[in-house]
């Protein structure tokens, strides 16, 4: 990402430099890791390993043992990101809305999230098109998870709440899967209730990272209750 405030080569580019053949390489194999799920990766990961032991491979190998196990063409993952330059940056904004179900006359609750992907798009980047798992946490403590395709300037994603419960925080891509940059503005409140209560440890972190911006006399007591509660 901060290669990136530079230029936007890609990771096949011979000016993409060490910052994209390495970390933002192993990043992208974690993506595809995350897109195709772990079964399938390693499925097609075995076959690429096995054909290819001792040998030099280029990257049409690896697109070939997905296609040729799984049956699937990977290009679009493979053109945004390996032939491909920069990263997206998202803007995230939700709301909590009702409206009214003309079927059955009914107000139905619903979680909206807005998605717009907001960076400078060239000759080198373009749209990005990428899954994402959203979850929306209750007060009662209770959080539900939603997947959903990210592919257009603007995206707009309903989580039901068929519940009528009231929403604390929405997470953007639990377990921070996706490399990007992410505009997503939230409040003191939200922010602390992720750092205590987000299921996976990366989403908590993150929370903590945030409230870095906010004034220790506020933040005292969250970060002692932080401490001694995080495992």
């Known amino acids: 990402l901060e290669a990136g405030k530079k230029d936007s080569y890609p990771i096949r580019h011979i000016k993409g430099g060490s910052a994209r053949s390495y970390p933002k390489g192993s990043t992208v194999i974690a993506m595809l890791k995350y897109v195709l799920g772990e079964a399938e990766f390693n499925r097609a990961l075995n076959h690429y390993m096995k054909t290819h032991a001792y040998k030099n491979v280029e990257t049409n190998d690896l697109y070939q043992a997905i296609q040729d196990v799984l049956g699937k063409s990977p290009d679009w993952f493979f053109e945004q990101w390996i032939y491909k330059g920069g990263e997206p940056h998202y803007q995230v904004k939700w709301e909590d809305m009702e409206f009214e179900d003309i079927d059955d006359d009914a107000l139905e609750r619903i979680t909206r999230i807005t998605v717009k992907q907001i960076h400078e798009r060239n000759d ?9 798992d959203i979850q929306v946490y209750y007060k009662d403590g209770s959080h539900t998870t939603q997947r959903a395709w990210v592919q257009n300037e603007t995206d707009v994603i309903d989580i039901p709440n068929p ?14 899967h996706v490399l990007k ?7 003191f ?15 908590r972190y993150l929370a903590l990272l945030e409230l870095d911006k906010t004034s220790i006399d506020k933040k005292r007591e969250l970060l002692q209750k932080i401490y001694s509660s995080e495992s």
């Open 163 to 176: 519940k009528d419960l009231d929403v604390v925080y929405v997470i953007f891509d639990v377990g921070n």
């Open 124 to 132: 080198w980047t373009g749209l990005f098109k990428m899954p994402f």
């Open 189 to 203: 409140e939200e922010l602390s209730q992720q750092a205590l209560t987000a299921v996976e440890p990366i989403d």
């Open 181 to 187: 940059n992410i505009t997503f503005e939230r409040s």
